[in-house]
């Protein structure tokens, strides 16, 4: 089986299916597209967190003791600028920094953030391809007790802990997907469409609020197939059951699979979800372990994923 | 006696007098200028060289053995950009780093130079006052025989190796003097201005370079010495004499006296260029050792320069 594959990612656990499919495929086939609604301008930088987890994850720069930012990285900027009285409330290592600096310089000298992510993704040695989901910008927002906050001052600042009442993608409706993204979906020959196992409210939503991709997701003549982010009714990492919960959703694999209705061909979960599957209808589904602790794992539901996708494929 | 010292300095070499100025007299009374026509902005930050070496010097941060930036520096961000395939002739450590970011989040902001340098001396915990000497624009180029380069392009990117047919300052005549500078040069209490011994034409010519600032020190109450950077004919760093000779100047302690002809009062020169006092004419000097290696010795030079300061006020 040959042809592309388009994957829609947030962090982290978008990060690990990312790299499994980079091992599991041709690499040159695979085009990654990372969520920017967490994006934002902290001390006069633009920093993409989720890109930067995908470049870091892919190139296997990433700290996987930690569970965020680089290895081998260093403190030494933050501890100064705690010294000045500086911005501490969000992170930024030695070697981090430079990719924000690099990145925002390129910015305002007018190159645009999908050619920028190429250009690094390229000097980082990753040869699969890796988009932002629009060089147009996106913002999440929380609207908590209090009212609005700006996305990391959220999830970072307050440690996801204001119970939300809604969220807003700021621009979403304007933002025009890139080009790429919108050409694979009308590709008859696209192999299919993995929505990575990412938070569905802040991850991937976002990346759907585009109505041009939700459209084109939607019409789109491969398979789409989502994996669960959600083990054991837990999720891995991240505050997506606290979310579905506030938000009133049913908080389990079966109410991320809804969340994505209309747009599902296939569903992979876990076996410890396994109990959901009768919530899912009609889904052509794969079920097997889904916790990514070694390449193996990540590369074992890669390979699920593109199977179940090559599956409905055949069946058609 | 008491009053204020106003010490106008460029880097390295000032920062070593100013720095045992502030050990030498009440720290509270002594006011230091700092040049910025060193200053430039590179990869989207506001750095201002002299500014950064004096508050490094005056708070025991500075990196001795080195000769510039930081102690207990790394440069993690730097090979990382490297690797980015950043712009990478100018160093900028992790430490370093965090002062230029805060700083030029704080002007985007909205606040002075001046302001914020005084806050970031406060919070290394320097007690002397240290000021830009103008919160306006003033920028050094260099005339080579290729035509203009930026200073810093042509004093790191180049090692200072093209010869100097022309300086040129721009914004000087209109950038107005920080106006504690014009308070104190006005004040009948001043106690005395110190030249330290920077290039003069790099370090202290742009100050001069202001009319409002140049006119207030020619017409100033108080004794003006200058402290020679040269010693046994040699610059103790960088390329003041090489300078000097392209330029057509006698490149010897008196040249530099000559270069401040009408502003001084007195000069503090090295034993070894004791010879140069003949060409001095009536001018008050002070022959001591004025290399300045240790503390002591920065303090030694700090006090033959009040002390020949005060003795030209007793004269009057």
Known sequence: MTGQILALSGGVGGAKLALGLAHA???ADL?????TGDDFEHLGLHISPDIDTLLYALSGRDDQTRGWGRRDETWNFMATLAELGG???FQLGDRDLALHVERTRRLHNGETLSDITQAVATSFGIMAQLLPMSDDSVRTRIRAVDGWMDFQRW???????PPVHALDFIGADKARPHKRI??????????A????????LLSIAPILA?????QALAACAAPVIAVSPIIGGQAVKGPTV???RELGLPANAAGVAAHYEGLLDGYVLDEADADCARELGKLAISVLPTLMRTLDDKISVARAALALADKIRALR
């Open 25 to 27: 495929m041709s690499p």
């Open 31 to 35: 085009t990654i597209v990372a969520n």
């Open 87 to 89: 911005e501490t409330w």
């Open 155 to 161: 999830f970072v600042g307050a440690r996801c802990e």
């Open 182 to 191: 919108l050409a694979a979906l009308a590709d008859t020959n696209l192999r």
């Open 193 to 200: 469409v993995i929505i990575c196992p990412s938070n569905p």
């Open 210 to 214: 585009m109505p041009a991709l939700r």
């Open 242 to 244: 606290k979310m579905m």
